[in-house]
């Protein structure tokens, strides 16, 4: 296989360019076949076919095509070129590299005239790799099995599989000894039915096509994210999919940041669509400089990132989130969590909707989107999952996803959003009202939700603690009653309210101090691994429940408030590192003595004034 793409024959003719796409005759165009536009060669794919007509979403800048420029069929769909390399690398969305320091508000970032994969290939062709092999000769290899290892990055072993490109199997007849080795050269051959095939450390994917697995799993295990208001109100499984609406300001891209750089998957993906080129680069620079934060180095060894802005050909843009998914899958294969986070679904949808528009399908939903609008959304999250790859040895490996949508005008109801709604597992809505009032994360917990709840239970009542589900249940409970409440104080003011439920507005109000609230910027705080999660969360329930008892004996709901270690409940996010959560078991103790105590002098009082 040489890296340069073979060109087939047939040729055509533009026939009408409007904006991002050109009509062209060209006989035998396949769907989504790449073609090159024009004398320059622009680089583009088949969107739509009528008779000897296709229809091209051009990936660059077409000003200055005309009617009559060739157009040359490629015979190949849009791909993603996998192998080493790929890691600590900013593409855009049909892969082309950007170097890591660029002006995103300026363009163009690259020189127009197809996918220059002579002068900037997507992967680096000359550069040696150390690679050892894990297969020997005589060995009998299947799909999807490793045959050796790439120590890409400090922090990421790239494992070289026998990959999906290949229907069958077979008995391995050479194998490259252990050495340095660029990713042109085989490194392994393999004799199978159809022949002998010489593997190279790097392979095509067609973007739009998933990859194969064995077999998909329940999601029943929690995707660690560290975020408290995540992780125990609304938590994602691995291999599942959540949403993140919000306006501009909500914080969105300190959320994906802090999930980027938190979160327990192996490998990150963000793809920042769309967002305007200052925004998009100031949100690839705070990427840039993460560090990872069990190892200390450059997070970016553990990532790619794929940048389209709103100043870049739209079609690009239309493809980013294809490629980011098909790089997550890549390394899924290989074994690995990869999480991909999506920033934002609706200016890749909008994208969808220009490109539609323009090949003239009909719009059918509200706010002009094409009819395919919902397919699109439910197979870019039906590609998330917790899968058993092909290949020996029962591997296991994810694609999580994480998706931010912009509904305009916060309206939930619009198309982009509601079809979202129906493919994630959870829902993560972040509110103006909250950031404005400086809630961080703005998650609003009356309207958030997860469908993972359920499956992840077991895993967090064996591994952290029995009552996981009840405690956070009661959480709920609380929050939700409070917003009730609050009506009522609102109308008749808090004398309208009995002693118990001025005690759950207190209680409520240290969930929200103590434990929704997470300060992105405070070391201690940042994170929150599920131990103290679960100690900070039982501290307050524990107030709660203790609290009730004692009003019942007639403490009032003020004076519980009023003790030191009462008080202390929403500051313990910040003083206690995951690592001391013991000191919060030993903090219920002395919070139930307290509540005691406060019990006796109120019955001692009473006991002095009855006699
Ligand atoms: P968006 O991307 O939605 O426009 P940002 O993520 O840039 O919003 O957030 C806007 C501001 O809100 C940030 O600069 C930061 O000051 C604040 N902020 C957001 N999330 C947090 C957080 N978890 N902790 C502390 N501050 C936050």
Redesign the pocket.
């Known amino acids: 296989m040489s890296f340069s793409i073979t060109v087939s024959s047939s040729k055509g003719r533009i026939v009408y360019i409007s904006g991002p796409v050109v009509k062209a005759e060209l006989p035998g165009a396949l769907l989504y076949e790449l073609v090159f536009v024009g004398e320059l060669g622009l680089f583009g794919e088949v969107v739509r076919i009528q008779g000897d007509m296709a229809f091209i979403q051009v990936y660059e800048e077409t000003t200055g095509l005309k009617p009559g420029e060739p157009v040359t069929r490629t015979g190949e769909p849009l791909s993603a070129w996998l192998g080493p390399g790929i890691l600590n690398r900013v593409y855009d969305g049909v892969q082309r590299p950007l170097p890591l320091i660029f002006d995103l508000t300026k363009r163009p970032f690259v020189a127009r005239g197809g996918i220059n994969y002579e002068k900037a290939p997507p992967l680096d062709l000359s550069k040696k790799w150390k690679w050892i092999p894990k297969v020997k000769v005589g060995d009998e290899v299947e799909v999807g099995d490793i045959l050796g290892v790439v120590p890409e990055t400090p922090l990421v072993e790239h494992r070289i599989l026998y990959p999906p490109i290949y229907r069958t199997g077979g008995v391995v007849k050479y194998v490259a000894p252990e050495g340095e080795y660029t990713i042109e050269d085989v490194i392994a051959e393999v004799e199978t039915k159809e022949g002998t095939v010489k593997v190279k450390m790097w392979h095509k994917w067609p973007v739009r096509r998933p990859r194969p697995f064995r077999e998909k799993l329940p999601p029943v295990e929690p995707l660690i994210t560290g ?1 408290r208001t995540v992780d125990t109100l609304f938590p994602i499984a691995i291999g599942g999919a959540a949403a993140i609406p ?13 999930l980027a750089m938190y979160s327990e998957a192996r490998l990150v993906f963000p793809v920042l669509c769309g967002e305007r080129g200052n ?1 998009a680069a ?2 690839l620079q705070g990427l840039l400089k993460l560090v990872d934060p069990n190892t200390g180095r450059p997070l970016m060894e553990r990532t790619t990132i794929i940048v389209n802005t709103s100043n870049m050909p739209v079609a690009a843009r239309e493809a980013s989130i294809y490629m980011g998914v098909t790089i997550a899958e890549y390394f899924r294969d290989q074994g690995y969590d990869s999480f991909l986070m999506a ?1 934002s679904t609706s200016r890749w949808a909008e994208a969808m909707r220009e490109v539609a528009l323009r090949i003239g399908e009909m719009p059918s939903e509200e706010g002009g989107f094409p009819a395919y609008l919902p397919t699109r959304l439910a197979e870019f999250y039906e590609r998330s999952g917790r899968v058993v790859t092909l290949g020996k040895g029962n591997r296991l490996g994810s694609v999580t996803i994480a998706a ?1 949508v912009s509904p305009p005008g916060g309206d939930f109801t619009e198309p982009v959003t509601s079809h979202t709604l129906r493919f994630v597992g959870a829902f993560w809505p ?1 509110d103006a009202k909250l ?1 404005y009032s ?1 809630h ?3 998650i609003n917990w009356l309207m958030g939700f997860s469908r993972y709840v359920d499956t992840v239970a077991e895993w967090y009542q064996k591994n952290v603690a029995p009552d996981w589900r009840e405690l956070r249940d009661e959480a709920v409970r609380i929050l939700t009653r409070e917003a009730e409440l609050q009506e009522v104080v609102r109308i008749l003011g808090t004398e309208a309210l009995s002693e118990q439920e001025k005690h759950l507005l207190n209680a409520a109000f240290i969930i929200r101090e103590g434990f929704l609230k ?5 070391p201690v705080d ?1 994170r929150s691994l599920p131990p103290k999660q679960y100690w900070l969360l039982r501290l307050i329930i524990t107030f709660y429940r203790k609290g009730l008892e004692a009003i019942n004996r007639g403490v009032p709901a003020s004076a519980l408030r009023e003790l030191d270690t009462v008080k202390r409940l929403p500051r313990l996010r910040m003083e206690v590192k995951n690592e001391e959560y013991k000191k919060l078991i030993d903090y219920e103790q002395e919070l139930i003595n307290a509540i005691e105590n406060l019990v006796k002098q109120y019955e001692s009082q009473r006991v002095t004034t009855t006699a």
């Open positions: 975020i919000g306006p501009f300001g909500s914080g969105k891209t300190v959320t994906i940041r802090t925004e100031d949100a920033d931010s972040l950031a400086r961080y994360p703005a997470q300060d992105a910027y405070h940042v």
